[in-house]
Each structure stands twice: as structure tokens, then as C-alpha cells.
């Protein structure tokens, strides 16, 4: 039983470059959201996508999209790159309809913005 | 929004004594409460939940405790021991969004 796995593990990225990163949720969940974790710092909501649509979203600029597909694995995109936004950056997943619930969390993507 | 706060941030004990990481959070709505455990390097497990219709909940030597009108929570380690070490985050969760603290950075001397 496959777990929650990210691509790539680790990336480097320049100031104003696009970057996508990939997550495929645990088998069996249908939800996936996305965290950012500065560090030492506890992960922050970016969103959450279930039924391909986006549910919820924390407080991150437009700069930071993403979608799902029907396969429920998911992507996050950011835009114009900026210093800050180098982050580990983690995907987790869940089954919607079974209510509050734990994330189960992959071993997320090492992002370095230079 | 929610806004969870953790303390301490760093924490050393002696292997064989308690420790304790309490959390706080400002949205009464907030109903769903799990402690994740991060190592260096790897990706954050979570090692108890409790939920809001709750008010203590134990797993062996790890025990979580709830006090809804305060809206705070905290986590009980007893007996620590070296692979104790590690950082552990609390969170707070309503409808399937978790918002979590910065962090406690848990050092057991052998």
C-alpha cells in the first residue's frame, strides 16, 4: 500500500522562474492539500483539492496554483518566483467524506529559490 | 483565520522524565486536534489525535488532553527516551483545514 509520494525531492529554481511540483495521495484518499514549511517553522495552508476542484485556500498570493486529476494525484504550480518562497513544501492527503481526519504527509519537495 | 500558538519552542530533558507542549487556538469552531512528530530530514507522522467531544485521550507513553472553553491542548510524553528527539507539531482543524504551530524541538539527554 503506497504511500503519499512527491517529485521531485529536491529542485533550484531562479527569481522569476515557473516551477510545478507533483503529489499522488495515498491509496484510498481522494483529497489532497498542499503546505508550505519555512524553516523551522510548522506547515501553513496553501489549499486543498478534492474533486478536481479547489476547496479550500490559506492565505498565499495568485502566484501559487494547482489542480487535480481524475487519478485524485495533484500538482502545485508557483509563479514569478520570488526568495521567500523557498520552502520545503509538502503534500498531504485524506478521504473527504469520512470528516476531521489526519493528513497523511509525503517526504515533500525541497524547493531553493537563488 | 485560525491561529494556533505552541511553547515552548524548545524543550531538553532527561531521558526518563515527562515532557509536556501545549498549544493554543483562537477559531471555538475548530473541532479535530492531532500531534505530528517531525525528524530531521523526513516527513511529519502523526502520533495522537483527539477530537473535540474529547477531553483525554492516551496512547501508551504519549497522552493528549483538551480543554475546550480555554481552547487549548496539550501533549504529554512520559518516560522520554532518546528517539523521543525530534520536533513535534500541534494543529487545530475545522472542515478538513489544519492550521499548525511553529514548532516544539524535543532533545532527550541520554
Known amino acids: 500500500d503506497a504511500g503519499v509520494t512527491q517529485s521531485p525531492t529536491h529542485l533550484i529554481k531562479t527569481r522569476g522562474q515557473q516551477v510545478t511540483l507533483r503529489c499522488s495521495p495515498k491509496s484510498g484518499h481522494d483529497t489532497v492539500s498542499w503546505y508550505q514549511q519555512a524553516l523551522g517553522q510548522g506547515p501553513q495552508f496553501i489549499f486543498q483539492y478534492y474533486e478536481e476542484e479547489e476547496r479550500q485556500r490559506g492565505n498565499f498570493p495568485d502566484r501559487f496554483s494547482g489542480h487535480q486529476f481524475p487519478n485524485y494525484s495533484s500538482e502545485l504550480n508557483v509563479n514569478a518566483l520570488l526568495l521567500g518562497d523557498s520552502a520545503l513544501y509538502l503534500c498531504a492527503s485524506s478521504s473527504w467524506g469520512a470528516g476531521n481526519q489526519p493528513q497523511h504527509f509525503g517526504d515533500g519537495t525541497r524547493l531553493s529559490i537563488l | 483565520g485560525e491561529n494556533v500558538e505552541q511553547h515552548p519552542s524548545t524543550l531538553s530533558v532527561q531521558e526518563g522524565d515527562s515532557a509536556v507542549i501545549k498549544c493554543t487556538y483562537s477559531?471555538?469552531?475548530?473541532?479535530?486536534f492531532p500531534w505530528y512528530k517531525q525528524e530531521l530530514g523526513k516527513r511529519p507522522q502523526l502520533i495522537i489525535d483527539?477530537?473535540?467531544?474529547?477531553g483525554e485521550k492516551k496512547d501508551q507513553r504519549i497522552a493528549v488532553t483538551l480543554n475546550k472553553t480555554a481552547k487549548h491542548f496539550s501533549l504529554h510524553i512520559t518516560e522520554t527516551q532518546p528517539e523521543d528527539s525530534a520536533v513535534y507539531f500541534c494543529?487545530?482543524?475545522?472542515?478538513?483545514?489544519?492550521?499548525f504551530g511553529t514548532g516544539t524541538s524535543l532533545t532527550v539527554i541520554p
Open positions: 483527539i477530537r473535540s467531544n474529547v
Open positions: 494543529a487545530a482543524s475545522r472542515r478538513n483545514q489544519f492550521y
Open positions: 477559531d471555538s469552531a475548530s473541532n479535530y
